[in-house]
T-cell receptor, first 115, second 116 residues
């Protein structure tokens, strides 16, 4: 049972390059999320999805795009990377719960550096 | 402004000792409060989730308490082990019509180091 798997684990990009981060979950969760974690700050929500084919903006969506073509996968794209996007990116998933009382299951993160 | 503040920022204790971590929040309306453990280089792992009607919840040697009136929570770790060394993150869910769209406010965490 792999849970939430993120690829790649590490990546270094040059300013202006593009890339896609992949998140896969095998728990049949409806909801998936992308967060970024920066030193001295709590995790911040970038985008999320409440089901296959749906996406929505979170707290810090600028510069990122997402897609959820399959229930088990949630992709995060950077079209033109900027140094401010240097961060650790976490994907999470959860079951639906009427009042959101289900825990989120996190992957182990992608460490991204933009030079 | 919805905020979650944790204290202390960091803590060093000896193996076998107990410790208590604090979380104060201003999130309103309130749905639930979560504690996560994040090992270095790993993603957060859920320890407990408490709704406003729950004032204590345990998970092994971890016991979380919640006072919804004063908007305070604590995480008590009993008989600490070296493997407890990690960052402990308090997360408060603000009620937003229910479901996964509830806004989660993450604290910055308390970094705990357990020394032999």
């Amino acid at each position: 049972n792999a849970g939430v798997t993120q690829t790649p684990k590490f990546r270094v990009l040059k300013t202006g390059q593009s890339m896609t981060l992949l998140c896969a979950q095998d728990m049949n969760h409806e909801y998936m999320y992308w967060y970024r974690q920066d030193p001295g700050m709590g995790l911040r929500l970038i985008h999320y999805s409440v089901g296959e084919g749906t996406t929505a903006k979170g707290e810090v969506p600028d510069g990122y795009n997402v897609s959820r073509l399959k229930k088990q996968n949630f992709l995060l794209g950077l079209e033109s990377a900027a140094p401010s996007q240097t961060s650790v990116y976490f994907c999470a998933s959860s079951y639906y719960a009427e009042f959101g009382n289900q825990p989120q299951h996190f992957g182990d993160g992608t460490r991204l550096s933009i030079l | 402004k919805n905020q979650v503040e944790q204290s202390p920022q960091s803590l060093i204790i000896l193996e076998g000792k107990n410790c208590t971590l604090q979380c104060n929040y201003t999130v309103s309306p309130f749905s639930n409060l979560r504690w996560y453990k994040q090992d270095t280089g790993r993603g957060p792992v859920s320890l407990t989730i408490m709704t406003f009607s729950e004032n204590t919840k345990s998970n092994g040697r971890y016991t979380a308490t919640l006072d919804a009136d004063t908007k305070q929570s604590s995480l008590h770790i009993t008989a600490s082990q070296l493997s407890d060394s990690a960052s402990y993150i308090c997360v408060v869910s603000g009620l937003n019509h229910g479901g996964a769209t509830n806004k989660l406010i993450f604290g910055t965490g308390t970094l705990l180091a357990v020394q032999p």
